[in-house]
């Protein structure tokens, strides 16, 4: 038990269900913050709401819908056809531009007001699909940036920073809710929960990932 209070950046998706989880496991009192941000998949809050709800982990849901209307891209604008592979030199167009920042600057915001100094997201930069927002230099930044402008001591963890995905399942698996994850989370980028629909490049992430991972546990 490493402190008293966190809180849960949660989308009910693989990620932050499996960082949900481990900071039940390494705090007194967990909470958990969602966003709508115009995404086209707002089924993944539903979920969200349901997995909290199993979690006996409070949720509180924002609507930041202006985040989506910023940029042009391919989780906001239904007219645009996702990118079935990263471009070269370029982001994948299922980048939300500042998605991340607004997140945890808001999330920090709204855990100041609560008397909590720990937030938890389940960026990665080993699978972060090209995303900078997920790097930990962006993390590390940032958290310096929120203690300043609040004048606070806040710490975010990065439970799957330095993991993949294979490492993430096995997390899950330890922490006792890899059949939850596996059923009940969504990660598709086509709003299609439990195994997704197979072809996006969050399923065949995850697919892979669980398929290394129950290779390894089989041996």
Not at 11 to 20: H, I, K, R, Y
């Amino acid at each position: 038990m490493i402190a008293s209070q966190a809180l849960v950046v949660f989308s009910g998706g693989q990620d932050s269900t499996t960082c949900l989880f481990w900071a039940k496991r390494a705090f007194e009192k967990v909470v958990a913050i969602s966003f709508l941000y115009g995404q086209k998949h707002q089924k993944e809050v539903e979920l969200a709401r349901a997995i909290a709800q199993q979690a006996d982990v409070e949720l509180e849901v924002m609507d930041v819908s202006f985040i989506g209307s910023l940029s042009h891209n391919s989780l906001t604008d239904a007219s645009i056809v996702m990118d079935a592979e990263k471009p070269a030199e370029s982001y994948p167009n299922t980048f939300v531009p500042g998605r991340n920042l607004f997140f945890l600057s808001i999330a920090a915001v709204y855990a100041r007001g609560k008397g909590i100094r720990h937030l938890v997201t389940g960026v990665s930069q080993t699978d972060f699909s090209g995303y900078p927002d997920c790097r930990d230099t962006f993390i590390r930044s940032l958290n310096v940036t929120l203690n300043l402008a609040m004048d606070e001591q806040f710490v975010i963890h990065t439970p799957l920073m330095w993991i993949d995905k294979a490492a993430t399942w096995a997390l899950a698996d330890e922490l006792g809710v890899l059949e939850l994850i596996r059923e009940q989370t969504l990660t598709c980028y086509n709003g299609i929960a439990g195994a997704g629909c197979g072809r996006c490049p969050a399923c065949r992430l995850r697919r892979e990932g669980l398929e290394k991972y129950l290779a390894v546990r089989a041996h």
